[in-house]
């Protein structure tokens, strides 16, 4: 691995960097409050090109690498999880599978829009009761000649009510098990798909975290992903390279309580110096920055594997596991650093400690990275 990045990552680093400062941060603390998706501010990523950054430029993507995005994503992390969350989805979950697994027809309709930022994908495999064991679905896709009769729940759907396009995960055959599971497209406005309840949530309050109701919607069997019972395996391949995405996610909070700690404790005086001059203060940055910077090599390995075509299952579940728990640790530490103005919203580390919560959740729980990672360890 070269440890220095190129011209092109580092203009895309600064400009995610520039967005995040000017076009986020201003009203991040109003959307958090008010649970207020960022319309305008996703829209203007996709001007940006960061609605589909490693789509081929023929389906309207940026046609950049997995380091690229991962850099983007730990900038715009720093300001508002909230608005890379929805940024994430459409690109590893999303746009991703769609490339790499739909049909050419399906991209056209599908991709196209989706990595231009037009419109918004979901991705859709939680259930009341299958959110880590994911083989254990309840949403049916019953096979009717030409259709899918849909049937179901899906919970904790990122992109819930803003999405257009949602990858739905149904089981088609029971007795096939995890082998019967189909991905399906589905779009918003089909007869029979409604959108539930918006969940009031601890963190990434500004993105809208939906429950889905799909009854008897007619799905056009052209919608299915991949071959018939293919839907688990799509989906286990999706989450792999969507744990990259999180991890840089993670890191962003990290970096970014690290960033306005540390601004804080230059600025801010306790008997007669800068706190930054306090050895207690002193030191809990020193350790703030080693742990920050080792999430990052790991984040970067993984998405330097996925760029270079090689296995990164592994490498991605170590740096979700590593990175949200030092997104939870510096963030923490963080409003330690601010005492009581950590405590308040204006000084915007209490919000970073919110959001860091969900990436040792969400995309796979830090226990199941664990499993992940002992399992290539027990075959190694």
């Known amino acids: ?92 979950l999303v746009c991703w599978g769609l490339e790499k697994f739909g049909t050419e027809e399906q991209k056209e309709k599908y991709l196209k829009p989706l990595a231009s930022g037009e419109v918004i994908g979901a991705f859709c495999l939680s259930e009341p009761e299958a959110g880590s064991d994911a083989t254990s679905q309840r949403t049916t896709a019953i096979d009717n000649g030409d259709h899918y ?21 149904a089981q088609t055959d029971v007795e096939k098990g995890h082998r019967g599971i189909n991905c399906l497209i589905v779009e918003k406005g089909m007869e029979g798909f409604q959108v539930g309840k918006k969940e009031e949530k601890l963190g990434i309050r500004g993105s809208d975290t939906h429950s889905l109701m799909f009854t008897d919607v007619k799905v056009p069997k052209e919608n299915r992903l991949g071959e018939d019972g293919f839907g688990f395996k799509f989906a286990m391949k999706v989450l792999s390279g969507g744990r990259i995405g999180i991890a840089a996610q993670a890191l962003g909070i990290a970096s970014g309580s690290l960033e306005f700690a540390t601004k804080y404790a230059k600025e801010r005086k306790a008997f007669g110096k800068p ?30 594997l996925k760029d270079q075509g090689m296995p990164f299952d592994k490498e991605s579940a170590m740096a979700k596991l590593y990175a949200s728990e030092v997104a939870m640790y510096a963030s923490v530490e963080a409003v330690q650093i601010h005492g009581g103005y950590g405590y308040v919203k204006e000084y915007h580390v209490e919000r970073l400690m919110r959001d860091a919560k969900i990436t040792q959740i ?12 002992s399992r290539f360890l027990a075959n190694e």
């Open 1 to 92: 691995m070269h440890f220095e990045l190129t011209e092109e990552h580092k203009m895309i680093r600064d400009t995610a960097r520039d967005f995040a400062q000017n076009e986020l941060l201003p009203g991040v603390i109003e959307r958090d409050t008010h649970e207020k998706f960022p319309a305008e501010q996703v829209k203007k990523m996709g001007e940006l090109g960061f609605m589909g950054m490693m789509v081929d430029t023929k389906y309207n993507g940026s046609g950049m690498d997995t380091m690229s995005y991962v850099l983007a994503m730990e900038e715009i992390s720093k300001i508002d999880a909230s608005a890379s969350v929805v940024m994430s989805v459409n690109n590893s």
């Open 362 to 373: 969400y995309e796979g729980t830090s226990e199941i990275q664990k499993i992940v990672i």
């Open 149 to 169: 009769i849909l049937n179901g729940t899906k919970n904790w759907i990122t992109n819930g009510n803003s999405a257009s396009v949602y990858l739905v995960m």
């Open 275 to 304: 706190i930054i001059e306090h050895q207690g203060v002193a030191f809990k940055l020193a350790e703030m920055a080693t742990k920050v910077e080792a999430a990052r090599h790991l984040v970067l390995k993984a998405a330097w």
